[in-house]
């Protein structure tokens, strides 16, 4: 047996075996084309479009591109955080996002950057110069004044620091804001960047901070879909056409026959027609109809459609807001692989990026840091009332199970069902009726006060 001999095709085209030579292994075929420089997919290039004018217009005008921006956005925050601490912390933090909009300033951030690439949150109220680096510990109880969400054509950043051993590596030495003419310098350790989507090492090849609008890479597909709902529409005004044939037309039209005759000849014929559903001609005149055919451009538009929602990581179900079609009439399994997708880039990307926020948020709530405050993402996916009561059943059977078994001693496993009813959030105010049944039991007896008269022991009174 013999090995294949390796082949090698010049500029014309011309194939060549080069014998102890490797070359890559690939396919080309002179008769189709395959793989030679006439085949028709080598002249596909890809192309970004950064055209900001037309990615606004497309957010204002286009059927899908506003949903594509805002759904992923709004379910990125639409169950929030969850704080865990002590009672009286998690009511003062939530309070101060409250007080300061959080949830909906970080919705606007996400929302910006995916529209137009990146955003800033512009923390105002901090202790110190704006061009300082902010000393976070300084930031006492209800200092933040307010948030506002920036867009690139809001704010410029300065040169990107590329020392790795410096602790903004990667961040803008400065941030300016322009307004009324005047500018002003701030540190980055005083601004949130919350970016587009970014390109592995274009940062470093290129020096650019921001990101891309999802627009970059959702144009064609989206195009491809308005297009096809807009060729529909066109040809619903074509869907029957009525076609007359008039014996020697040209000619009179041509001996002066006013085009006006024949508009107010058919408009009156078109009126009967209307009136009385007879249709009266000319004994010369001949009449038809010519209908569009349907056939196959409902599989066209809605191929194109799966297509732009796939391209957006969003599935049909969400994007149309419509129940799935079929036997289980659901579509369960997409939206949790999608929710799975949001709880990634939650956990991901908008986690780190929010860190220096809540750093600030936790010390305007509480005046100081407690290292033991910490928060996780809700869940998106919630069971109906059916299966949630089923998974209550299946939890309380097995805390019972335990609690014969001796297994988990009757305090601990006490505890954890407790944590288990407050976290899940299927009853309401578990943790105010825990915290009132233990007041209650810490009430002194009568007897053991030493403060009540009637506590005097016996001997003694």
């Known amino acids: 047996m013999t090995d294949k001999p390796r082949i090698r095709v010049d500029q014309k085209g011309t194939i060549k075996a080069v014998d102890g030579v490797v070359f890559a292994d690939g396919m080309a075929n002179v008769i189709t084309g395959l793989g030679r420089a006439n085949m028709k997919s080598a002249a ?26 805002n759904i ?95 602790d903004w590596f990667g961040q803008p030495e400065k941030w300016t804001l322009t307004t009324d003419g005047t500018s002003l310098d701030i540190h980055p350790s005083r601004v949130v960047f919350v970016n587009g989507r970014t390109v592995p090492g274009a940062m ?13 890479q959702m144009a064609d597909s989206i195009r491809a879909a308005d297009n096809s ?69 409902p599989d066209i538009a809605r191929t194109l459609i799966t297509i732009m929602a796939g391209a957006a990581d969003i599935p049909v179900t969400r994007l149309l807001m419509e129940q799935q ?59 109906d009332e059916k299966d949630q009561a089923e998974v209550d059943k299946l939890e309380a059977e097995a805390a019972e199970i335990y609690g014969r078994s001796g297994l988990v001693p009757q305090d601990a496993l006490g505890e954890m069902v407790q944590n288990r009813l407050i976290e899940s959030e299927s009853w309401p105010g578990a943790d105010t009726a825990y915290d009132a049944a233990k007041e209650a039991l810490e009430l002194p007896e009568v007897g053991e006060d030493e403060d009540d008269p009637s506590a005097i022991a016996p001997e003694e009174a």
């Open 44 to 69: 596909t290039r890809y192309v970004p479009e950064f055209d900001g004018h037309e990615r606004d217009n497309a957010y204002r005008a286009s059927t899908w591109y506003r949903k594509i921006v």
């Open 72 to 166: 992923p956005a709004a379910d990125a925050v639409r169950e929030w955080r969850a704080w865990q601490a002590e009672k009286e912390q998690i009511e003062a933090i939530e309070a101060e996002e409250q007080r300061l909009g959080v949830r909906q300033v970080v919705y606007q951030a996400i929302l910006t950057a995916r529209h137009a690439g990146g955003a800033v949150i512009l923390v105002g109220g901090l202790p110190g110069q704006t061009m300082q680096p902010l000393n976070i510990d300084r930031i006492g109880r209800g200092a933040i004044r307010y948030l506002t969400v920036l867009g690139r054509d809001d704010i410029t950043p300065g040169q990107i620091i590329r020392d790795p051993m410096s």
């Open 204 to 216: 470093r090849r290129t020096g650019e901070l921001w990101g891309d609008s999802i627009w970059v």
């Open 229 to 297: 709902a807009g060729v529909i529409d066109a040809l619903l005004h074509e869907a029957k056409i009525d076609i007359v044939r008039i014996k020697d037309m040209v000619s009179q039209m041509a001996s002066g026959a006013s085009e006006q005759d024949y508009i107010k000849r058919w408009t009156m014929v078109a009126a009967l027609k209307s009136i009385s559903n007879v249709l009266m001609l000319d004994g010369e005149d001949e009449w038809s109809q010519k209908q569009v055919s349907w056939s196959g451009l």
């Open 325 to 383: 079609k079929g036997l289980s009439g659901n579509d369960n399994g997409s939206l949790r692989h999608y929710y799975d997708s949001i709880r990634t880039i939650q956990e991901l990307e908008y986690t780190p990026a929010l860190r220096p926020l809540d750093e600030m948020v936790i010390r305007s709530a509480l005046g100081q840091r407690d290292p033991a405050i910490w928060y996780s993402w809700r869940p998106l996916w919630t069971l």
